[in-house]
């Protein structure tokens, strides 16, 4: 079945260092990816999304490209602050067996210090 | 425009009891999916309901219930509740089938 994978945190970086979180898939046919974030106590807000290859998706310094070749869909951000600190879920739309169902990654905590 | 709702934030029940959990979608969104994120095991989907249909469902146990009404707002409904239920519950909604999910801020559930 479809799956995500994303890269283990915690992530801990100083203010205005640059960001990479990984991000893989397996799926058949075309998905589209995005990126959540998740503030502590709070839900998820959607960051970016792609709906297909080589799309760029970007949104508050973030971005993200669809890489089909590689199957992948990684977040980077030039120079991350403080209240960029959060939970980042990557994840995609899973239209087999006709739903329309995302399927999550298990999420990667970010923590910036000043 | 106001974001996706849900209530109660927080509610606290005991096993065995029942828990009814209330969404309401951004204004002129037909479709309501709920998920579930327990400690340990990520978001999985738990249902999703279109124009007042239950249109398909996650790995989860019968006593995981739940409809949409005509204004399309959701409730759901966790009965024989046990202590694995306790979780946050996510409510997102999009504009038709295959529209990107907006989530609102969830349901913590807390099962003594």
């Known amino acids: 079945g479809n799956s995500v994978t994303q890269m283990e945190g915690p992530v801990t970086l100083s203010e205005e260092a640059f960001l990479t979180i990984n991000c893989t898939y397996t799926?058949?046919?075309?998905?589209?990816l995005f990126w959540y974030v998740q503030y502590p106590g709070e839900g998820l807000q959607l960051l970016l999304k792609?709906?297909?290859?080589?799309d760029k998706g970007s949104n508050k310094g973030f971005e993200a490209t669809y890489r089909k070749e590689t199957t992948s869909f990684h977040l980077e951000k030039g120079s991350v602050q403080v209240s960029d600190s959060a939970v980042y879920f990557c994840?995609?739309?899973?239209?087999?067996?006709?739903?329309?169902?995302?399927?999550f990654g298990s999420g990667t905590r970010l923590l910036v210090r000043p | 425009e106001a974001g996706v709702t849900q209530s109660p934030t927080h509610l606290i029940k005991t096993r065995g009891q029942q828990a009814t959990l209330r969404c309401s979608p951004i204004?002129?969104?037909?479709?309501v999916y709920w998920y579930q994120q327990a400690l340990g095991l990520g978001l999985q989907f738990l249902l999703w309901?279109?124009?007042?249909?239950?249109?398909n469902r996650g790995n989860f146990p019968p006593r995981f219930s739940g409809r949409q009404f005509p204004n399309y707002s959701s409730e759901l409904n966790v009965n024989a509740l046990e202590l694995e239920d306790s979780a946050l519950y996510l409510c997102a909604s999009s504009l038709g089938v295959a529209d990107t999910q907006y989530f609102g801020p969830g349901t913590r559930l807390t099962v003594l």
């Open positions: 309901y279109d124009e007042g249909e239950e249109r």
């Open positions: 792609a709906t297909k290859a080589d």
């Open positions: 799926a058949t046919g075309y998905p589209s």
């Open positions: 994840a995609l739309s899973d239209e087999t067996d006709s739903s329309y169902k995302l399927i």
């Open positions: 204004s002129g969104h037909t479709s």
